[in-house]
């Protein structure tokens, strides 16, 4: 059983920062990447940011220059720095694993709320 748990969400005003945490625990083998997704209401969920295996970091154009995915000391966390945040950013962020045999694993989510 593989069980990923995510914190660090919360309320917080346009331009301030906020860091989330995900911590992967279980029987773990062969991970491709873990990374971050959200979904606002109303829209689809969507790719933040995803660190893989070789240390590549890929993020969605939205976030460029502002959010900053680190792999944490501890095996199998990854934190996303989030800064200069917008309204916009406003959704439940997902931590994701994706592994080569048994596919993807999700949290369950945190609340990112941004107020103008």
């Known amino acids: 059983q593989v069980q990923l748990v995510e914190s660090g969400g919360g309320l917080v005003q346009a331009g301030g920062s906020l860091r989330l945490s995900c911590a992967a625990s279980?029987?773990?083998?062969?991970?491709?990447?873990m990374g971050w997704y959200r979904q606002a209401p109303g829209k689809q969920r969507e790719l933040v940011a995803v660190l893989t295996r070789g240390d590549t970091t890929n993020y969605a154009d939205s976030v460029k220059g502002r959010f900053t995915i680190s792999r944490g000391n501890a095996k199998n966390t990854v934190y996303l720095q989030m800064n200069s945040l917008k309204p916009e950013d406003t959704a439940l962020y997902y931590c994701n694993l994706n592994t080569v045999f048994a596919g993807d694993y999700w949290g369950q989510g945190t609340q990112v709320t941004v107020s103008s």
């Open positions: 279980g029987n773990i083998f062969s991970i491709n990447a």
